[in-house]
């Protein structure tokens, strides 16, 4: 939903611009929580998943929490400058509803965005077996914490899985 007095020239080629500045950006979509049942269920399968914990780079102008709003996100094009701001204010927020994902996003106009060191790896407490072990082994050799959810009666946290003890053979 967008307002304008009408002075913005050409309100349909603003419209499409802001289009067009949105298609150059890739989205990564991230949590800043990994506590949350629903997210669980949603994007893990139902705790088969798991949740690669990152640490993000500070002062990236293309990386920012969300802005939760209406459910019309109002965009006044007399306030807006380029069809880029335009873009990445509509790219950084989302509907309120969503707010229990305490959403961070990543744009990036590149194929990837190498600028995240992982820092956790946290497997659900339903993960395959096999896919669990395959994890714990990588997560050994690339010295990255592993760990395995656990629900609790003060809700979900992540349990340190200790390194194996590999028998030789």
Known sequence: MYSTTGQVPSIQERIKGIGDAKSIYRVCSLSASFQSHLLWAHYANGFDGLVIEVELPNNDPNVRRLDYRGVFAFLDMDQVLTEDEAA?????????????????????????????????VIAGHRMNEALFDTLEMVCEREGIQFCK?????????????????????
């Open 149 to 169: 959810v656990g629900i609790g009666d003060e809700g979900i946290d992540a349990d340190r899985v200790p390194p194996r003890v590999r028998r030789h053979r």
């Open 88 to 120: 990445r204010t509509i790219l950084f927020s989302k509907y309120q509803e969503w707010s229990y994902e305490e959403e961070i996003r990543i744009l990036s106009n590149q194929t990837y965005y190498n600028d995240i060191a992982v820092r956790r």
